[in-house]
Every structure is written in C-alpha cells, then in structure tokens.
Nanobody
Framework: VQLQASGGGLVQAGDSLTLSCTIS????????FGWFRQAPGKEREFVAA????????DYTDSVEGRFTLSRDNAKDTVYLQMNSLKPEDSAVYYC?????????????????WGQGTQVTVSS
C-alpha cells in the first residue's frame, strides 16, 4: 500500500490550500485517514482524521474551524481543505492510513504513510 500526498505550496497568511492524498495497492474504503504535520525542530503532530465512511472527523484545536477533511471513496482521494492559513501552519504535511482503528489521533495506530508535502505560509 502506498500513499501519495500532493497540493502543498507557498502561500500568504490568510490564503487557502487543498491537500490531496490518494492510495494505491489497497482498498481505499477500508481505511481511516489522518493528516499529521511536522515543522522543523518539532515533533510530528496530529492535524485531522476521518473515519472509513467519512461520517466522523476529528481536528486538533488549532485548526478547528479553518481546516476541513473529507474523502471521496469513488475517487479514492482524501482532501484537506485549509483556509485562513497562518504562518504557524507551515510544516511538512503527511497523510496516513489506518486499517484497524477508526480515525485515530495517535500516529502509532496508522499503518501506512505518504511521503509528505511542504506547506509554507508567509506572513
């Protein structure tokens, strides 16, 4: 199973970006997905997660109300819509898939990881 994340870039504060994550070699609908991010010198932190059906989402407090995580099981794609971006959102963003736990916030419970996509927000 391989995950491919895309959509990162350099934007200004207040702008929006949409990250995408696709899966190959696995059945997309069987996985919950999460997004994590890691800034230089910091630990990887949970950003958002979505259940297998898409019926449940969870967000870290700092992105609640600004980020929206969704999934399209017909297109095998997860989308992280990021609005009102702030410089502190700058990080490498990783998507991950969990086959046995529903929308976990702990990276330990994720089975597969994408390569990461850089998001840089300038002030």
């Amino acid at each position: 199973v391989q995950l491919q994340a895309s959509g990162g870039g350099l934007v200004q504060a207040g702008d929006s970006l949409t990250l995408s994550c696709t899966i190959s070699g696995g059945t997309f609908s069987r996985y919950a997905f999460g997004w994590f991010r890691q800034a230089p010198g910091k630990e990887r932190e949970f950003v958002a997660a979505i259940s297998e059906t898409g019926g449940t989402t969870d967000y870290t407090d700092s992105v609640e109300g600004r980020f929206t995580l969704s999934r399209d099981n017909a297109k095998d794609t997860v989308y992280l819509q990021m609005n009102s971006l702030k410089p502190e959102d700058s990080a490498v963003y990783y998507c991950a898939a969990a086959g046995y736990h529903d929308y976990p916030t702990d990276p330990f419970y994720y089975d597969y990881w994408g390569q990461g996509t850089q998001v840089t927000v300038s002030s």
